[in-house]
């Protein structure tokens, strides 16, 4: 039963601490997707990347967020420092020929 | 710039009932149409549409595209509580998806 994997599945941090998520995509997929979602904004994507290659970051705050795929097997998402307003559930996904598959996310709350 | 756009943002039906849900999108050059359900977790793949007419179908639910009048639906006939989620519909012209805000259905017993 192949999935994507998402660890921590929850994590509760204050303000100005470093947030570090995984993933783990399916094995095969060559594309890996962060979102983040929130009530207000709905789902919105931050970065991707196609064979480990970052293709598009342009959605992510790019002086406290970074995304990385050091290996086809994981993908990160680190914020640093972290904000209240970064309090989202962020999904990774990983893709094939144009579908995507999510993975079950990170509920993120930054006090 | 590319956008997908859903209507209702949402709605309340009785069990038993057949809704239409609705996706409209403007993008430069279109790739293919995508479902998904999302319950309270993470969305769950529905349906791919990327030829006009040819509907695909999976149990109750069924969905059509539209690529001269740049919309898709989504059917979902004798509807049940189960069915109560948002329903997002997205574009992947780019190598990515573009998603649309959703429709929250809501199935009364």
């Known amino acids: 039963d192949a999935r994507v994997t998402q660890t921590p599945r929850h994590k509760v941090t204050e303000m100005g601490q470093e947030v570090t998520m995984r993933c783990q995509p399916i094995l095969g997929h060559n594309t890996v997707f962060w979102y983040r979602q929130t009530m207000m904004q709905g789902l919105e994507l931050l970065a991707y990347f196609r064979n480990r290659a970052p293709l598009d970051d342009s959605g992510m705050p790019k002086d406290r967020f970074s995304a990385e795929m050091p290996d086809a097997t994981l993908a990160t998402l680190k914020i640093q420092p972290s904000e209240p307003r970064d309090s989202a559930v962020y999904f990774c996904?990983?893709?094939?020929?144009?579908?995507?598959?999510f993975g079950a996310g990170t509920r993120l709350s930054v006090l | 710039e590319d956008k997908v756009v859903q209507s209702p943002l949402s709605l309340v039906v009785h069990e038993g009932d057949t809704v239409t849900l609705n996706c409209s999108y403007e993008v430069t050059n279109f790739r293919s149409l995508l479902w998904y359900k999302q319950e309270k977790k993470a969305p769950t793949f529905l349906f791919m549409l990327t030829s006009s007419g040819i509907e695909k179908k999976s149990g109750r639910l069924s969905s059509i595209l539209d690529k001269k009048e740049l919309f898709s639906i989504l059917n979902i006939t004798a509807t049940q509580t189960g069915d109560s989620a948002v329903y997002l519909c997205a574009e992947g012209s780019q190598g990515n998806l573009i998603f649309g805000k959703g429709t929250k259905l809501s199935v009364k017993p």
């Open positions: 996904a990983s893709g094939y020929r144009d579908i995507q598959y």
